[in-house]
């Protein structure tokens, strides 16, 4: 069965740190993935994907995100934190076999202190 | 604009009512979407549609029904037997294979008094 984690309920970083919210996907074949972010009582924005190509993806806002095909993980970074980088962020799966079913994990609630 | 319309942004609803969240998008997508979010449970799939006139039940159909009559419409009934219908709910199309990402509304709140 086709499946997302994210390990991490909750990450703490001070501004200015470097970030890094976890992911790591079951999926047969050559997975697509993405990840989300989510504002209070609000839509998921699109950050960024991996489909093919480079392993290091970037995105918006700043963020990257490192595909790693053996640890079947999908880590979203971003080397310095802003505290409006804080809200819930999330990685989602669609598998290659056409039937277009996104498959998201339960969020990581990123907060950054100042 | 492009984007996608959900309406209505909050719905208060009585135990035992059905109620009609509406989702348009001018996106020109084929594939529409809806998800249930709640507290700690990430999303999850209700129903979903890949073409005008057809759609598949997701991880958590029961109680809910959906109808795709046209391609920029994707509405969704949440129905007296749905058990727990207090959630947000989230529209969203799909790019299709090239690019890949979906697009969201901003969702619905809805609360059972």
């Known amino acids: 069965a086709q499946s997302v984690a994210q390990p991490e309920d909750q990450v703490n970083v001070a501004e200015g740190n470097p970030l890094t919210v976890k992911c790591t996907y079951s999926v047969s074949g050559n997975p697509y993935l993405f990840w989300y972010v989510q504002y209070p009582n609000r839509g998921l924005q699109f950050l960024l994907k991996?489909?093919?190509?480079?392993?290091l993806v970037k995105g918006s806002y700043g963020f990257e995100a490192e595909f790693n095909k053996s640890q079947t993980s999908f880590h979203l970074k971003k080397p310095s934190a802003l505290v409006s980088d804080s809200a819930l962020y999330f990685c989602?799966?669609?598998?290659?076999?056409?039937?277009?079913?996104?498959?998201f994990g339960t969020g990581t609630r990123l907060k950054v202190l100042a | 604009d492009g984007g996608i319309t959900q309406s209505p942004k909050y719905l208060f609803r009585k135990e035992g009512q059905n109620v009609t969240l509406s989702c348009e998008q001018n996106l020109n997508h084929d594939a529409m979407y809806w998800y249930r979010q709640d507290p700690g449970q990430g999303l999850r799939l209700i129903y979903y549609s890949q073409i005008v006139n057809d759609f598949q039940k997701g991880d958590i159909a029961e109680g809910y029904s959906v109808s795709r009559e046209k391609k920029e419409s994707f509405p969704l009934t949440v129905t007296s037997a749905q058990k727990n219908p207090t959630a947000f709910y989230l529209c969203a199309t799909g790019g299709g294979p090239n690019t890949g990402e979906l697009f969201f509304g901003e969702g619905s709140r809805l609360t059972v008094l």
């Open positions: 991996y489909i093919t190509g480079d392993n």
């Open positions: 989602a799966v669609r598998d290659a076999s056409g039937t277009y079913k996104y498959i």
